[in-house]
């Protein structure tokens, strides 16, 4: 054995360091796993537990599938000789590697897929093969259910979600014996991993009350004002919905018709102001925009009532006003992001109706209008799961708890943002990295009942918006009547807006419109400074209205890097001549405080 292959086998032995240590770190494991599991149970008897309630009538969706799948015999028989072939495989594969023999893989992971990128689940033949099992069954598993005949498509799609939460949960990187890197950690420091990783958990479910509130990052490591949300500027105009935030201009002229922005409501807007080098507020402003922000409350049971109406009116509205007595100026450009963006594109046609052409240009960052394939969040919606979710927010005083939206949203993508840090935290003892994108992550918003349920309904279960009978006030919205042009931005893998859906609002609007792809996903994907040099986007040049998405994208031309100066470019020419730059408080609004203000200090509980 030469001396490279003799130091690889020995990287590769699982040994005790310690045995006394390791025996005495497994006991004080039992006793603290002892002590978590007494105080579930007894929040279980109190009646205290939180998340219990099958809200998402999961059981009703497998039973279902059951009975399908048992009206079927002769596709079940298939499936288990599928299922057959698929050991045969996995044991022939096995054997041959055992022997020494080079074999290409059964399956390979997904592009991105950073469960298994540990050396030894490619050079320990046992951790091979214990990779190699898990995704070639979790495809089977997965196959099999796709492939169930006469369920309706919202029960396929609930089916398939939690089909694949299930393989995300069962994945052998989530337990200590089947991780090599979480085995030998706990090996080398004598399970002291594992108690750290205990205590953590302990301290996850202290803090979210008997729920628990896995930590992404450390929450100690930010400050809102002092090292995120830094922008300069000042809060000019407030009411119960909103802050106004005026920006101070980096520019000693600026375009005519300010720029106003409608972040969405369940986050806080500091996403497009984490740090100076990626915040898009500070680049507006540097390319000569006078940049203003909506910085919507963080409600309590006050506001439990408000309405979607209320949120145009004393938001998008009112913000509108402000602008125009802290600046003279009666035009602005507009954009909405994610639900800011559906509300935009309401507002906008309620205006169409009412005559209002304050908004000269709409920009949409990841919005949908259409919501016919609103993508994996539609899992979650239908007649039954809304009445769990009203019964919740009762049961929380007329709020929907941050944590609970969290939740469902680390769910779209739960390999990254639930089981990565369970291994991280839990398994290997580790401290959460500090990370300015997931602390902005983690300080989300409660939503009043009456706003979310009304989103919840009209938007992703019967899609008013997009068939023109949803109504705001006195006016039924037609977004065929909004003539302004429009820029739609998405994402190639946005799980939340996905590009289809984005896509469609293509068709709803009259005016002028530019459609782009960016890469990455929901967040990534907004927020890609050219700086950066990451990522790609595409265009075409064509009418997106006389096509289908698979018509535009065959014509797309990708370029690399960040799509902002792409709305750089089409903003510029849709806001006016330049005139010198102003400054917040000098117009017809006094200054009310600094950026960024008090509302996005608000923290959830």
């Known amino acids: 054995m030469s001396e490279q292959q003799k130091t690889a086998s020995e990287e590769s032995i699982f040994m005790i360091e310690d045995p006394t240590a390791f025996a005495k770190n497994m006991t ?17 008897a109190s009646g205290k537990a939180v998340g219990t309630q099958d809200q998402s009538h999961i059981a009703t969706a497998f039973a279902d599938l059951s009975a399908k799948m048992l009206a079927n015999p002769a596709r079940m028989l298939q499936a288990q000789m599928e299922l057959w072939q698929t050991y045969a495989d996995i044991w022939e594969h096995a054997a041959k590697r055992f022997s020494g023999e080079s074999v290409p893989p059964l399956a390979s992971p997904p592009p991105g897929d950073k469960r298994f990128k540990d050396k030894d689940w490619t050079e320990n033949a046992v951790f091979d093969v214990i990779k190699q099992t898990y995704l070639t069954l979790s495809q089977w598993l997965r196959h099999t259910v796709a492939s169930v005949d006469g ?23 989530n337990f200590v014996l089947t991780n090599p890197e979480v085995l030998r950690t706990t090996l080398k420091s004598n399970g002291q991993n594992l108690v750290k990783g205990l205590q953590h958990m302990i301290e996850d479910f202290e803090r979210g009350n008997g729920e628990l509130a896995i930590r992404m990052t450390d929450m100690d490591a930010f ?19 909103i802050e106004l935030l005026q920006f101070d201009p980096a520019t000693e002229t600026v375009f005519k018709r300010p720029l106003v922005i409608f972040p969405p409501w369940i986050n806080k807007y500091y996403i497009l102001d984490l740090r100076p080098e990626n915040s898009f507020i500070r680049w507006a402003s540097a390319h000569g925009f006078t940049v203003f922000v909506a910085s919507w409350c963080n409600p309590d049971q ?15 509205l009112a913000a509108l006003d402000a602008i125009e007595k802290a600046t003279g100026e009666r035009e602005v450009s507009a954009i909405g992001y994610c639900i800011g963006g559906t509300l935009l594109s309401a507002t ?30 539609q899992v979650f919606i239908d007649e039954p799961q809304l009445k769990g979710i009203e019964d919740l927010i009762n049961a929380e005083g007329g709020v929907m708890p ?39 992550n983690a300080d989300q918003t409660n939503l009043p009942k009456t706003v979310h349920l009304f989103y919840l309904r009209e938007c992703y279960l019967k899609n008013t918006l997009s068939l023109g009978k949803m109504t705001m006030g006195d006016v039924t919205l037609d977004l065929q009547k909004v003539k302004i042009p429009v820029y739609l931005q998405s994402s190639k893998e946005d799980h939340i807006a996905p590009m289809r859906s984005v896509f469609k609002s293509t068709k709803l609007f009259s005016g002028p419109k530019r459609y782009i792809v960016a890469g ?39 370029t690399p890097g960040s799509w902002w100066g792409d709305w750089l470019h089409w903003a510029s020419a849709l806001s006016g001549p330049q005139v010198p730059a102003r400054m917040p408080g000098g117009g017809g609004l006094k200054v009310l405080g600094d950026a960024p203000g008090t509302y996005v200090r608000v923290r959830a509980m």
């Open 520 to 558: 990455s996903g929901h967040i990534a994907g907004v927020i890609n400074p050219p700086v950066a040099k990451k990522y790609q986007f595409w265009t075409n040049e064509g009418d997106p209205t006389s096509m289908t998405l698979d018509e535009w994208w065959a014509g797309a031309k990708e």
């Open 348 to 377: 906008l046609a309620y205006m169409a109706e009412k005559n209002d052409d304050r908004i000269k240009a709409a920009t949409f960052f990841a919005a949908q209008a259409d919501f016919s394939e609103a993508g994996e969040l």
């Open 151 to 173: 369920l309706d498509e919202h029960t396929r799609q609930k089916v398939d979600f939690y089909t694949k939460q299930f393989v995300d949960a069962v994945s052998p990187s």
């Open 402 to 440: 941050a944590s609970k939206m969290s939740s469902t949203f680390n769910m779209l993508r739960s390999n990254d943002l639930i089981w990565s840090f369970v291994v991280n935290n839990y398994l290997l003892g580790k401290d959460p990295f500090p990370f300015d994108l997931l602390y902005w």
């Open 302 to 316: 006050k506001l439990a009532e408000a309405t979607f109406e209320d949120y145009m009116n004393k938001g998008i």
């Open 223 to 241: 400050k809102i004002g002092e090292n995120i949300a830094t922008a300069p500027g000042k809060v000019i105009y407030r009411n119960e919905i």
């Open 28 to 44: 004080l494991v039992a006793s603290q796993s002892q002590k978590l599991l007494g105080e579930f149970l007894a929040r279980q």
